[in-house]
Nanobody, 120 residues
Framework: QVQLVESGGGLVQPGGSLGLSCAASGNILSMDYMAWARQTPGKSRELVAS???????YYADFVKGRFTISRDDSRNTFYLQMNGLEPEDTAVYFC??????????????WGNGTLVTVSS
């Protein structure tokens, strides 16, 4: 099976930085669309940033200039660098990707999430 596993969440003070990683495992040929989304209690999951197979990046207005999405295809891993964190950024962050697999074709996969808490 194919899995995405997030890492790097934790507690950070306002104005601080944190980097998240999303590693894919399983019988993977490649990943094209990769994204980060976040969710807080009582709210819908919202897209934070994404990148496609040709390097086009999208950022939600509320993170533009502060967050950066990147990828390392050799490691089947992608990242979210978060700078200038604000208490409003507190959420569970999920990674999501379209994964081309050896046996199951193209799949859309979600990670289980990692908690980011911004607080003094």
């Amino acid at each position: 099976q194919v899995q995405l596993v997030e890492s790097g969440g934790g507690l950070v003070q306002p104005g601080g930085s944190l980097g998240l990683s999303c590693a894919a495992s399983g019988n993977i040929l490649s990943m094209d669309y990769m994204a980060w989304a976040r969710q807080t209690p009582g709210k819908s999951r919202e897209l934070v940033a994404s990148t496609n197979g040709v390097g086009v990046r999208y950022y939600a207005d509320f993170v533009k200039g502060r967050f950066t999405i990147s990828r390392d295809d050799s490691r089947n891993t992608f990242y979210l660098q978060m700078n200038g964190l604000e208490p409003e950024d507190t959420a569970v962050y999920f990674c999501n990707a379209n994964v081309n697999t050896r046996f199951y074709g193209r799949m859309n996969v979600w990670g289980n999430g990692t908690l980011v808490t911004v607080s003094s």
